[in-house]
Protein backbone atom coordinates (compact mmCIF):
# COMPACT_ATOMS: atom_id res chain seq x y z
CA UNK A 1 0.00 0.00 0.00
CA UNK A 2 1.37 2.71 -1.00
CA UNK A 3 0.56 6.49 1.52
CA UNK A 4 0.78 10.04 0.48
CA UNK A 5 2.76 10.98 4.03
CA UNK A 6 5.94 11.09 2.37
CA UNK A 7 8.43 11.42 5.90
CA UNK A 8 9.12 7.66 5.80
CA UNK A 9 9.77 7.76 2.61
CA UNK A 10 13.53 7.46 0.88
CA UNK A 11 14.65 10.83 -0.21
CA UNK A 12 14.80 9.84 -3.59
CA UNK A 13 11.46 8.88 -3.82
CA UNK A 14 10.63 11.90 -2.36
CA UNK A 15 11.72 14.30 -5.04
CA UNK A 16 10.60 11.45 -7.85
CA UNK A 17 7.49 12.06 -6.58
CA UNK A 18 7.70 15.38 -6.35
CA UNK A 19 8.54 16.24 -9.68
CA UNK A 20 6.06 13.67 -11.03
CA UNK A 21 3.50 15.55 -8.64
CA UNK A 22 4.43 18.74 -10.49
CA UNK A 23 4.81 17.98 -14.01
CA UNK A 24 0.93 16.39 -13.21
CA UNK A 25 0.07 19.70 -12.08
CA UNK A 26 1.68 21.79 -14.75
CA UNK A 27 0.00 19.75 -17.46
CA UNK A 28 -3.74 19.95 -15.47
CA UNK A 29 -2.89 23.99 -15.46
CA UNK A 30 -1.69 23.61 -19.51
CA UNK A 31 -5.28 21.86 -20.08
CA UNK A 32 -7.37 24.29 -18.19
CA UNK A 33 -5.93 27.12 -19.65
CA UNK A 34 -6.17 26.04 -23.36
CA UNK A 35 -10.05 25.26 -22.79
CA UNK A 36 -10.36 28.76 -21.07
CA UNK A 37 -8.70 30.65 -23.67
CA UNK A 38 -10.30 28.68 -26.81
CA UNK A 39 -13.72 29.84 -25.90
CA UNK A 40 -12.81 33.08 -25.20
CA UNK A 41 -12.23 35.81 -28.13
CA UNK A 42 -15.89 34.49 -29.50
CA UNK A 43 -18.15 34.86 -26.52
CA UNK A 44 -20.93 36.59 -26.58
CA UNK A 45 -21.72 39.35 -24.41
CA UNK A 46 -24.85 41.03 -25.88
CA UNK A 47 -26.54 42.02 -29.38
CA UNK A 48 -28.96 44.63 -30.05
CA UNK A 49 -31.16 44.15 -33.02
CA UNK A 50 -33.92 46.73 -34.57
CA UNK A 51 -37.32 45.55 -34.30
CA UNK A 52 -38.18 46.36 -37.94
CA UNK A 53 -36.66 44.13 -40.50
CA UNK A 54 -35.41 44.75 -44.20
CA UNK A 55 -37.23 43.90 -47.16
CA UNK A 56 -35.68 41.34 -49.38
CA UNK A 57 -34.41 42.40 -52.89
CA UNK A 58 -34.60 45.76 -51.61
CA UNK A 59 -31.51 48.33 -52.63
CA UNK A 60 -30.86 47.79 -48.66
CA UNK A 61 -30.13 44.81 -48.76
CA UNK A 62 -27.78 44.46 -51.73
CA UNK A 63 -25.55 47.40 -49.76
CA UNK A 64 -25.65 45.61 -46.43
CA UNK A 65 -24.54 42.72 -48.34
CA UNK A 66 -21.61 44.60 -49.68
CA UNK A 67 -20.74 46.17 -46.23
CA UNK A 68 -20.57 42.91 -44.66
CA UNK A 69 -18.47 41.32 -47.10
CA UNK A 70 -16.37 44.38 -46.74
CA UNK A 71 -16.14 43.81 -42.95
CA UNK A 72 -15.18 40.11 -43.30
CA UNK A 73 -12.18 41.05 -45.94
CA UNK A 74 -11.13 44.19 -43.83
CA UNK A 75 -10.75 42.29 -40.12
CA UNK A 76 -7.61 40.45 -41.07
CA UNK A 77 -5.98 43.60 -41.88
CA UNK A 78 -6.58 45.89 -39.05
CA UNK A 79 -8.65 46.37 -35.44
CA UNK A 80 -10.52 48.91 -37.02
CA UNK A 81 -12.36 49.75 -39.77
CA UNK A 82 -16.14 51.69 -40.82
CA UNK A 83 -17.51 51.35 -43.93
CA UNK A 84 -20.41 52.72 -46.17
CA UNK A 85 -22.07 50.99 -48.83
CA UNK A 86 -24.53 52.40 -51.18
CA UNK A 87 -26.11 56.55 -51.37
CA UNK A 88 -29.43 57.69 -50.61
CA UNK A 89 -31.94 58.03 -48.02
CA UNK A 90 -33.34 53.96 -47.26
CA UNK A 91 -30.70 52.24 -49.26
CA UNK A 92 -27.36 53.20 -47.96
CA UNK A 93 -25.66 51.18 -45.68
CA UNK A 94 -23.08 51.85 -42.99
CA UNK A 95 -20.97 49.98 -40.34
CA UNK A 96 -18.05 48.91 -38.35
CA UNK A 97 -15.95 46.56 -36.76
CA UNK A 98 -13.41 46.45 -33.62
CA UNK A 99 -11.49 44.13 -32.24
CA UNK A 100 -9.96 44.08 -28.48
CA UNK A 101 -6.15 46.19 -28.85
CA UNK A 102 -4.73 42.72 -27.60
CA UNK A 103 -5.52 40.35 -30.36
CA UNK A 104 -3.19 39.61 -33.16
CA UNK A 105 -4.75 40.40 -37.15
CA UNK A 106 -5.58 36.48 -37.60
CA UNK A 107 -7.68 36.24 -34.03
CA UNK A 108 -9.27 39.72 -35.14
CA UNK A 109 -10.45 38.01 -38.30
CA UNK A 110 -11.92 34.39 -36.65
CA UNK A 111 -13.51 36.98 -33.97
CA UNK A 112 -15.61 39.01 -36.58
CA UNK A 113 -16.23 36.02 -38.89
CA UNK A 114 -17.53 34.79 -36.07
CA UNK A 115 -19.55 37.61 -34.53
CA UNK A 116 -21.02 37.91 -38.27
CA UNK A 117 -21.95 34.44 -38.11
CA UNK A 118 -24.23 35.05 -34.68
CA UNK A 119 -25.66 38.45 -36.02
CA UNK A 120 -26.91 36.29 -38.78
CA UNK A 121 -28.66 34.20 -35.93
CA UNK A 122 -29.40 36.37 -33.52
CA UNK A 123 -30.62 39.42 -35.50
CA UNK A 124 -32.25 37.63 -38.62
CA UNK A 125 -33.27 39.97 -41.18
CA UNK A 126 -32.71 43.34 -38.89
CA UNK A 127 -32.68 46.27 -40.22
CA UNK A 128 -30.21 47.72 -37.70
CA UNK A 129 -27.78 45.44 -35.22
CA UNK A 130 -24.67 45.32 -33.00
CA UNK A 131 -23.12 42.54 -31.34
CA UNK A 132 -20.27 42.14 -28.87
CA UNK A 133 -18.14 39.46 -28.61
CA UNK A 134 -15.41 39.08 -26.03
CA UNK A 135 -12.80 40.02 -28.51
CA UNK A 136 -14.80 41.78 -31.09
CA UNK A 137 -17.53 44.21 -31.56
CA UNK A 138 -19.27 44.70 -35.05
CA UNK A 139 -22.32 46.66 -36.22
CA UNK A 140 -24.52 48.74 -39.07
CA UNK A 141 -27.41 50.40 -39.50
CA UNK A 142 -29.45 52.37 -42.18
CA UNK A 143 -28.55 55.71 -40.90
CA UNK A 144 -25.06 56.74 -40.68
CA UNK A 145 -24.11 56.26 -36.81
CA UNK A 146 -20.47 56.30 -37.43
CA UNK A 147 -18.40 58.64 -35.49
CA UNK A 148 -21.49 60.74 -34.12
CA UNK A 149 -21.29 61.18 -30.39
CA UNK A 150 -23.55 58.57 -28.39
CA UNK A 151 -23.35 57.91 -24.65
CA UNK A 152 -26.19 55.45 -24.15
CA UNK A 153 -25.72 52.59 -21.78
CA UNK A 154 -26.13 49.42 -24.56
CA UNK A 155 -24.87 46.29 -21.44
CA UNK A 156 -24.02 46.10 -17.95
CA UNK A 157 -23.29 43.23 -15.75
CA UNK A 158 -22.27 43.23 -12.15
CA UNK A 159 -20.94 39.97 -10.57
CA UNK A 160 -23.55 38.73 -7.50
CA UNK A 161 -20.42 38.00 -5.49
CA UNK A 162 -19.33 41.09 -3.83
CA UNK A 163 -16.32 42.03 -1.55
CA UNK A 164 -16.71 45.15 0.81
CA UNK A 165 -12.39 44.83 1.85
CA UNK A 166 -11.13 48.12 1.83
CA UNK A 167 -8.11 47.20 -0.38
CA UNK A 168 -10.06 45.62 -2.90
CA UNK A 169 -12.23 48.42 -3.36
CA UNK A 170 -9.24 50.63 -3.33
CA UNK A 171 -7.59 48.79 -5.92
CA UNK A 172 -10.45 48.68 -7.50
CA UNK A 173 -10.68 52.31 -7.89
CA UNK A 174 -6.80 53.23 -8.52
CA UNK A 175 -7.82 50.39 -11.91
CA UNK A 176 -10.92 52.19 -12.63
CA UNK A 177 -8.86 55.39 -12.28
CA UNK A 178 -5.85 54.80 -14.40
CA UNK A 179 -8.02 53.29 -17.31
CA UNK A 180 -10.27 56.36 -17.34
CA UNK A 181 -7.40 58.43 -17.21
CA UNK A 182 -6.10 56.94 -20.86
CA UNK A 183 -7.88 58.19 -23.83
CA UNK A 184 -7.68 56.11 -26.86
CA UNK A 185 -6.87 52.59 -28.07
CA UNK A 186 -7.49 49.41 -25.65
CA UNK A 187 -6.02 50.36 -22.37
CA UNK A 188 -4.92 47.47 -19.32
CA UNK A 189 -4.51 48.12 -15.89
CA UNK A 190 -3.74 46.45 -12.62
CA UNK A 191 -3.52 46.96 -9.18
CA UNK A 192 -3.35 44.74 -6.15
CA UNK A 193 -5.52 41.78 -7.22
CA UNK A 194 -7.72 43.50 -9.37
CA UNK A 195 -7.34 43.83 -13.19
CA UNK A 196 -9.19 45.41 -15.75
CA UNK A 197 -9.35 46.89 -19.87
CA UNK A 198 -11.27 49.69 -21.62
CA UNK A 199 -11.46 50.68 -24.87
CA UNK A 200 -13.18 53.14 -27.36
CA UNK A 201 -14.41 52.73 -30.34
CA UNK A 202 -11.27 53.77 -33.40
CA UNK A 203 -13.55 56.45 -34.67
CA UNK A 204 -13.71 58.47 -31.08
CA UNK A 205 -11.63 61.98 -31.04
CA UNK A 206 -9.50 61.64 -27.70
CA UNK A 207 -11.91 63.71 -25.78
CA UNK A 208 -14.70 61.80 -26.28
CA UNK A 209 -13.39 58.62 -25.69
CA UNK A 210 -12.28 60.40 -22.37
CA UNK A 211 -15.86 61.42 -21.38
CA UNK A 212 -17.36 58.07 -22.81
CA UNK A 213 -14.87 56.07 -20.11
CA UNK A 214 -15.54 58.44 -17.28
CA UNK A 215 -19.51 57.88 -18.01
CA UNK A 216 -18.68 53.92 -18.03
CA UNK A 217 -16.25 54.23 -14.85
CA UNK A 218 -19.52 56.03 -12.92
CA UNK A 219 -22.00 53.40 -14.06
CA UNK A 220 -20.06 50.57 -13.03
CA UNK A 221 -19.19 51.96 -9.35
CA UNK A 222 -22.96 53.65 -9.20
CA UNK A 223 -24.80 50.51 -10.59
CA UNK A 224 -22.03 47.54 -9.17
CA UNK A 225 -21.08 48.81 -5.61
CA UNK A 226 -18.86 46.62 -4.64
CA UNK A 227 -19.06 43.40 -6.92
CA UNK A 228 -16.10 41.45 -7.42
CA UNK A 229 -16.61 42.03 -11.31
CA UNK A 230 -18.46 43.91 -13.54
CA UNK A 231 -18.40 45.41 -17.31
CA UNK A 232 -20.05 48.06 -19.00
CA UNK A 233 -20.94 49.02 -22.84
CA UNK A 234 -21.61 52.09 -23.74
CA UNK A 235 -22.09 52.98 -27.58
CA UNK A 236 -18.59 53.74 -27.91
CA UNK A 237 -16.63 52.28 -25.00
CA UNK A 238 -16.71 50.02 -22.70
CA UNK A 239 -15.10 48.93 -19.07
CA UNK A 240 -14.52 45.97 -17.53
CA UNK A 241 -12.70 45.06 -14.04
CA UNK A 242 -12.33 41.53 -12.16
CA UNK A 243 -10.97 40.45 -8.96
CA UNK A 244 -7.58 38.11 -9.83
CA UNK A 245 -9.06 35.08 -10.12
CA UNK A 246 -12.50 35.63 -10.20
CA UNK A 247 -14.03 33.64 -13.28
CA UNK A 248 -16.46 36.26 -14.70
CA UNK A 249 -18.35 35.07 -17.48
CA UNK A 250 -20.88 37.72 -19.07
CA UNK A 251 -22.92 35.71 -20.92
CA UNK A 252 -25.18 32.95 -19.93
CA UNK A 253 -27.88 33.83 -22.36
CA UNK A 254 -26.75 32.21 -25.70
CA UNK A 255 -27.10 28.53 -25.77
CA UNK A 256 -25.21 27.37 -28.26
CA UNK A 257 -22.10 29.48 -27.17
CA UNK A 258 -22.76 28.13 -23.49
CA UNK A 259 -22.30 24.47 -25.11
CA UNK A 260 -19.26 25.08 -26.84
CA UNK A 261 -17.92 26.21 -23.57
CA UNK A 262 -19.13 23.45 -21.60
CA UNK A 263 -17.35 21.20 -23.61
CA UNK A 264 -14.64 23.02 -23.75
CA UNK A 265 -14.56 22.87 -19.69
CA UNK A 266 -15.49 19.54 -20.28
CA UNK A 267 -12.67 18.07 -22.32
CA UNK A 268 -10.10 20.57 -20.09
CA UNK A 269 -11.33 18.55 -16.67
CA UNK A 270 -11.57 15.02 -18.38
CA UNK A 271 -7.62 15.92 -19.51
CA UNK A 272 -6.87 16.96 -15.76
CA UNK A 273 -8.92 13.56 -14.59
CA UNK A 274 -6.42 11.11 -17.24
CA UNK A 275 -3.31 12.87 -16.03
CA UNK A 276 -4.12 12.42 -12.42
CA UNK A 277 -4.94 8.36 -12.68
CA UNK A 278 -1.72 8.43 -14.87
CA UNK A 279 0.14 9.82 -11.75
CA UNK A 280 -1.42 7.88 -9.05
CA UNK A 281 -0.61 4.38 -11.45
CA UNK A 282 2.62 5.49 -11.82
CA UNK A 283 3.30 6.09 -7.71
CA UNK A 284 1.21 2.50 -7.25
CA UNK A 285 4.14 1.39 -9.66
CA UNK A 286 6.61 3.16 -7.63
CA UNK A 287 5.84 1.71 -4.40
C1 LIG B 1 -18.39 49.06 -49.62
O1 LIG B 1 -17.76 50.20 -49.04
C2 LIG B 1 -16.36 50.08 -48.81
C3 LIG B 1 -15.87 51.36 -48.18
O2 LIG B 1 -16.73 51.84 -47.21
C4 LIG B 1 -15.64 49.78 -50.09
O3 LIG B 1 -14.26 49.58 -49.83
C5 LIG B 1 -16.23 48.56 -50.75
O4 LIG B 1 -15.61 48.35 -51.99
C6 LIG B 1 -17.73 48.74 -50.95
N1 LIG B 1 -18.27 47.50 -51.53
C7 LIG B 1 -18.97 47.52 -52.66
C8 LIG B 1 -19.38 46.18 -53.19
O5 LIG B 1 -19.25 48.54 -53.24
Known amino acids: MCTFVSSAMHPRNQLRRGRAAATAAVLLAIGLGAAFTDADTDTFIYAGCSPSKYQPGTPYEG ?16 AYSSFANGTGDGAAAYGLYQCRGDLGDGECAACVRSALAQLDQVCPGASAASLQLEGCYVRYDGTNFVGRPDTAMVYRKCSASTSADAGFLGSRDAVLGALQAAAGGYRTGSSGG ?3 VSQCLGDLA ?3 CTACLAQAVGQLKGACGTALAADVHLAQCYVRYWASGYYFRPSQDYSQDDVGRTVAIIIGILAGLALIVVFLSFLRKSC
Request: hydrophobic share 45%; charged share 10%; no cysteine.
Open 63 to 78: NLKSLLASITNAAPTG
Open 194 to 196: VQG
Open 206 to 208: AAD
